[in-house]
């Protein structure tokens, strides 16, 4: 399947969040990605349902929110209902991951889990058939414009095989430090959608990054 490219609204100008939502409906986009984080999981304050809401009534895409809070299960209805498509809740954040995943698709969304950096993916073993998508952050969550973690191709390599075991239809999401220089490389790896913020939203012009994005050269890709 063609990749995904998922841009970072936390890199958005929301001076004009409007005009940068209507970008992305008329790019090459897939999703929105919305980080919430809430000063707690991560050292950083972004955003909560108001902001998700005004996303919601202009997006035409589907939006993709990442829950960097503790116990997110406490938000997971909120959250469906205002407006989300795909919500990804930490392993570290979850104490009954099971439970909230079952309650993420009884809600009928599409479930995820995300791993810092430090988290093995083999935690996922027992969990994976259930999952619609694994996020692999290949930063440490809570701020934008960090460097990729080389370790993350590993941990994608290695998931990616797991997945073609127990899951072969899930989704390897990668956030942090995304651009043209490695997005071909993670593809390789086995990650299949992919998380950008500053290299779109810096970029000048970023309807065009969207599209060199999506459309890298991955003719040797081994999905």
């Known amino acids: 399947m063609k990749h995904i490219i998922a841009p970072s609204i936390l890199s958005a100008d929301f001076a004009n969040l409007q005009r940068d939502i209507e970008m992305i409906n008329t790019s090459e986009a ?7 984080m809430d000063g707690a999981f991560v050292p950083n304050i972004s955003f909560g349902f108001p902001v998700l809401e005004a996303v919601k009534k202009y997006a035409t895409k589907p939006l993709d929110v990442h829950l960097m809070v503790v116990k997110p299960q406490r938000f997971i209805e909120r959250f469906v209902h205002a407006g989300a498509d795909i919500i990804t809740v930490h392993y570290e954040a979850c104490v009954h991951l099971h439970r ?3 309650t993420i698709k ?3 969304c599409k479930a995820s889990v995300a791993l810092n950096p430090s988290t093995p993916v083999s935690l996922l073993k027992d969990i994976l058939v259930d999952l619609d998508m694994v996020l692999i952050m290949s930063v440490n969550p809570g701020f934008g ?15 990616r095989k797991m997945a073609n075991e127990i899951n072969p239809n899930l989704i390897i999401e990668v956030d942090g430090g995304i651009g043209i ?4 490389s993670l593809i390789k790896a086995g990650a299949n959608a992919f998380v ?13 990054m969207i599209a060199d994005l999506k459309n ?5 890709q081994k999905i």
Do not use: R, Y
């Open 196 to 208: 950008a913020g500053n290299a779109i939203f810096a970029a000048p012009n970023p309807t065009q």
């Open 106 to 108: 009884e809600l009928g």
């Open 181 to 184: 220089s490695n997005i071909e």
């Open 100 to 102: 909230t995943i079952q």
């Open 30 to 36: 897939d999703w929105f990605h919305v980080d919430v």
């Open 145 to 159: 414009g960090q460097q990729f973690i080389p370790q993350s191709l590993n941990k994608i390599a290695e998931l």
């Open 216 to 220: 890298v050269d991955v003719s040797s």
